[in-house]
């Protein structure tokens, strides 16, 4: 089945820095890609949707600035969330679809961001 | 994109059949109905989707009634390693720019 792959893992990191997450499609073309925030405990939360080659589209209450989102090829998409504080420590999830609306999204295995 | 609703959580007897269901009585003609489960610490993994017709595939079978209303996703025979949460989502699959939007999903205990 289709894979999407996300990395790293996991990151532990100080305050004040910036951390990029990749997600990259394996074994098809994305030409949607999608950002997830979860806290524990609670359900997946969507912040942004991005299409390759424009600017992506943030839900209401997520900060652009600090969340780029860079979706340069249609297999990669990257997360970087500028000036990390503690309270940006959550479980952050990249999903990819490929052509057709009715597609199902694919999901990589989530980035662990930690802020101390 | 309709909402869903779900209970909150069920249980289920190992090797017995798990039987989620599912109402998404808002749900328009465009819209498909998608199953996704989240084992714990990992990302989401898609099950089945649907638009009216039953579906079926390796992993479980999606019934949806015939007004669309409602659905009900089966796992035929539950194993410990089902336990998870389950979220059933609907989406306009018209388009490319339909949003898979999260509930609270059902949390599947199997036991053994």
């Known amino acids: 089945g289709a894979v999407v792959s996300q990395h790293p893992s996991r990151v532990i990191c100080k305050s004040g820095t910036s951390v990029k997450i990749e997600c990259r499609s394996l074994?098809?073309?994305?030409?949607?890609m999608f950002w997830y925030r979860q806290f524990p405990k609670q359900s997946l939360m969507l912040m942004a949707t991005?299409?390759?080659?424009?600017?992506?589209?943030?839900e209401q209450g997520v900060e652009k600035d600090k969340f780029l989102i860079n979706h340069a090829s249609l297999t990669l998409s990257t997360l970087t969330v500028t000036s990390a504080h503690p309270e940006d420590s959550s479980f952050y999830i990249c999903?990819?679809?490929?052509?057709?609306?009715?597609?199902?999204?694919?999901f990589g295995d989530g980035t662990r961001l930690s802020i101390l | 994109d309709a909402k869903t609703t779900q209970p909150p959580s069920m249980d289920c007897a190992e090797g017995r059949a798990a039987n989620l269901p599912c109402n998404h009585s808002?749900?328009?003609?465009?819209?498909?109905v998608y199953w996704y489960r989240q084992i714990h610490s990992q990302g989401p993994q898609y099950i089945i989707h649907?638009?009216?017709n039953n579906e079926t595939n390796e992993m479980a079978s999606l019934i949806i009634t015939e007004d669309r209303k409602s659905s009900t996703l089966i796992l035929p025979h539950a194993t410990l390693r089902d336990t998870a949460v389950y979220y059933c989502?609907?989406?306009?699959?018209?388009?490319?720019?339909?949003?898979?939007?999260f509930g609270q999903g059902t949390t599947l205990q199997v036991k053994p």
């Open positions: 999903s990819a679809r490929g052509l057709r609306g009715r597609e199902p999204q694919h």
């Open positions: 074994d098809f073309q994305a030409t949607t």
């Open positions: 991005s299409n390759e080659g424009s600017k992506a589209t943030y």
């Open positions: 808002t749900i328009s003609g465009n819209e498909y």
């Open positions: 649907g638009l009216k």
């Open positions: 989502i609907v989406r306009d699959g018209s388009g490319n720019t339909g949003k898979l939007i």
